[in-house]
C-alpha cells in the first residue's frame, strides 16, 4: 500500500507526523529517507508529539549522536546512519538489541543496512518539489502498518 501527500509548511509535516504517532499502537520500525533539509527531523518531532514523548525532551536530529531515544506511550528510537561507514559498525551501537526492542524504530539514512538485518514496515520518504512543498510517500509492508496508513488518510 503507498500513499503520498504534499505538506507546504514545516507545521503541516509536523502534524502529519503527530497524527501518525497517536495511530501507532505498539512496536514498528520505520525507514526514513530524504535530502539533507527535506524535513525529516520536522516529521520525527510530530511523531514522537504523537507516541506521547513528554514536551521536556526535545527531539533533535541523531546525525552526531546516531541514536535518541525517548519515552512515551511507545518508547522510540531515532537513528540517523548518516555517519556510519559500514555495516559492519552497526555492532559497535548495538543495533541488533535495538531493533529486537518492542518500541518504534525510525531509522534515517537506511541504506547501510544488510538486507535481512530488519524489515521495516513502513517506508517514509520525503523530497522537496519546485514549490519547495515537501511531498511525503508512505508506504507499508504488511498488515498493521497498512491498517495505520489507511486511517492516516482517514
Not at 12 to 37: C, F, N, P, V
Request: hydrophobic share 40%; glycine share 12%.
Amino acid at each position: 500500500m503507498k500513499q503520498t501527500v504534499i505538506t507546504r509548511a514545516g507545521e503541516e509535516t509536523r502534524e502529519l507526523g503527530e497524527k501518525l504517532g497517536r495511530l501507532i499502537q505498539g512496536g514498528i520500525a520505520i525507514s526514513l529517507t530524504g535530502d539533507l533539509g527535506a524535513g525529516k527531523t520536522t516529521f520525527v518531532q510530530g511523531l514522537a508529539k504523537g507516541l506521547g514523548v513528554p514536551d521536556s525532551f526535545y527531539v533533535t536530529s541523531p546525525t552526531y549522536t546516531i541514536i535518541n531515544e525517548y519515552p512515551g506511550r511507545v518508547d522510540l528510537c531515532h537513528m540517523d546512519l548518516y555517519r556510519l561507514g559500514s555495516s559492519d559498525e552497526l555492532d559497535y551501537i548495538g543495533f541488533d538489541e535495538i531493533v529486537d526492542s518492542d518500541r518504534v524504530i525510525i531509522i534515517e539514512w537506511p541504506g547501510i543496512i544488510e538486507p535481512g538485518q530488519i524489515n521495516f514496515d513502513l517506508d517514509i520518504i520525503l523530497a522537496i518539489d519546485e514549490q519547495f512543498n515537501r511531498k511525503i510517500s508512505f508506504i507499508a509492508s504488511g498488515l498493521e502498518a497498512a491498517k495505520v496508513l489507511r486511517n492516516l488518510f482517514v
